[in-house]
């Protein structure tokens, strides 16, 4: 597949077109999955990134960058979180000002089961994301 950005054939324009369906077909079965849980898309995205995250980095600061956010919109949805009882938030020993969030027991658990459905779902699409990826090669 010629990707040069000059010049793109039927073929790449396929391509990039069937790649941008599969990720919103991922997306999609994301939401569903989020709002059984009583979840919206960005909460989950949000509980998934603190869980990755660092302890330290663990801060509302963090999410924004991670969900590209603005800093209010961010610690709108961590209040929004805690008060789902899914997030506490610490004051810093170092910056009083600034907390370090947490994830509560049930939002681990919550977050768990999230995790080994998507895993899942990844596994299954692999082979197909395996073959477009391959066509940009």
Do not use: C, N
């Amino acid at each position: 597949m010629s990707m040069k950005s000059d010049k793109l054939t039927d073929e790449d324009y396929g391509a990039l077109a069937e790649f941008r369906f599969a990720l919103r077909q991922f997306q999609a079965f994301s939401s569903e999955k989020a709002a059984q849980q009583g979840l919206t898309p960005q909460q989950h995205q949000a509980l998934l990134a603190l869980r990755a995250a660092p302890r330290e980095d663990a801060t509302v600061g963090y999410v924004a960058r991670r969900l590209l956010l603005k800093p209010h919109s961010a610690t709108g949805l961590v209040d929004r979180l805690e008060k789902l009882g899914l997030v506490t938030r610490h004051s810093m020993a170092a910056d009083r000002r600034r907390a370090q969030l947490e994830l509560t027991p049930s939002a681990l658990e919550l977050l768990a089961s999230l995790s080994a459905t998507h895993k899942e779902e990844i596994r299954r699409l692999r082979p197909l994301l395996d073959e477009l990826l391959a066509r940009f090669a």
